[in-house]
C-alpha cells in the first residue's frame, strides 16, 4: 500500500515549480537549477511532520543567504531588510506548502503538522529513511526539498 | 467592501493581500485575524463582505469557522486558501457553502478567477 502512495522526486518537482513560478521566480528569470545534494555550511531547515495514515517529514532546508532570498521574494521586500523572523516565517511556509501539497498523494487520514524552523543547524529525523529529494541551487546557493519516511510506516499504513 | 483575512502565517496574510492587489482587487478594507476564533469572533464583530480563510489554524479550523457561521445564520461569502487539498475537505467546504477553493501556491489569475464574482 505504501508503494503506492509514495511521493516521488518528480512529485516534489512539481510542487517546487509552482512555488518557484508563485513566489519566488514570477518573472521566470531565477530559476531553481535540480543537481547534486550538498549541505550548506550555514543552513536554515523548515519541517512539517506527517502523521496519522502516513508517518514522515517533508524537509526544505538551504543557505542562510538563500532563505533571506526567499523572504525577501515572498514578502517583497529588499534582502538587506529581511529580519530572522521574516527567514524562519518564510522558510516555515515553504514547508507547509509542500507539506500540504505533499499530503493530497497520501492517504487520507494524514495530518501535517505546524512548520519547525532550525536556524544555522539542519533538521535530523531519527529512525526515519529518505524517500526522495530534490536537491540543486538557487541564485548559486544550495536549496533542498526532501521526504523522510517512518521505518515504521508500512506497519501503520496496514 | 470589507475583507477578513484569515491565516495564522503572517507570511501568507501579506501574501493574500499582496495577491488581491496583484489581482485588479484594490482600495478595499482588510481585516485580518491569525487563527479561527479570531475569524469567528471578526465576522461577528467586523461585518465583512468576504472571508477568505485558511483552513488549519489554531482554536478552529476554517470548516468550523464557517460551520459555526453558517449556523448563526450568517451568509457572508467565504472562501479557502489552502495548501491542503483533498477531496474530503473539497466536498466538506462545498458541503458547507464555501464559494471557492484555492490552492497555495497560488497566482493573481487564480485569484481573480475564484473572486470576481463577489470583488466584480
Redesign the interface.
Known sequence: MSENVTPTVDDLREIAD??W???LDPEGIRPFQQGESHEPAKGVSASVSLTGAWHGHVLVTCSSEAARHAAAA???METEEVSDE?MT??M??LA??V???V??MLP?ATL?SLPHVVNGASNRFPTTRQICELAGTWLDEPFSISMWQGRDAGVVAA | MKILIADD????R??VI?TLRQAGFDGHDLVEAADGRQAHDAIVAEKPDLVVSDW?MPEMTGIQVLDAVRAAGNTVPFGFV?????P?MQNAAEAAGALFFI?????PERFKEALSTVLG
Open positions: 509552482q512555488v513560478s508563485a513566489y515572498f514578502l517583497a521574516d516565517d518564510v516555515g511556509e507547509n506548502i507539506g500540504g501539497n499530503k493530497s487520507p501535517v | 502565517s503572517r507570511v501568507m501579506q501574501i499582496r488549519n489552502t495548501s491542503e487539498c483533498t474530503e490552492i497555495k501556491p497560488f497566482t
